[in-house]
């Protein structure tokens, strides 16, 4: 399989990151595919924008908890650009931005009693 058939793979393709052989892969995957967590993470974004101009919740949750909780994500983007990625870091970024959706899905849950 060659260079643009597997980026191809890891960024449109893939619906889990078990494809993925390497770390660069690995962030590429969270970063561009529409499955990874920078997606997840902009849909939990979307969400709370909703629940904002609807006026359940306070404008506040962009800050605590929306588009201007940014911190984690931009670290596994910044991985993503990276040529080398490391291990650590790489595992690291993902669980927390992991443990990031998962709080926020579960705030929105809360508000909206799903």
């Known amino acids: 399989m060659g260079a643009v058939n597997r980026y191809y793979l ?3 393709e893939a619906k889990t990151s078990a494809v993925c052989k390497t770390n660069v892969e690995l962030m590429k995957f969270h970063y ?3 499955n990874g967590l920078v997606a ?5 974004d979307d969400r709370i924008a909703e629940l904002v101009n609807a006026g359940i919740v ?3 949750w962009h800050l605590a908890y929306g588009t201007f909780d940014d911190v984690r994500v ?8 990276q040529k080398r990625v490391d291990t650590i870091k790489a ?3 993902i ?3 992991i443990e990031q959706c998962e709080n926020v899905e579960s705030k929105i849950n809360e508000v909206v009693g799903g």
């Open 10 to 12: 890891i960024t449109k």
């Open 32 to 34: 561009f595919n529409e």
């Open 40 to 44: 997840r993470k902009r849909a939990n």
């Open 58 to 60: 306070p404008s506040g």
């Open 74 to 81: 931009n670290s596994v983007i910044k991985l993503a650009m």
């Open 91 to 93: 595992r690291v970024a």
């Open 95 to 97: 669980k927390l931005l």
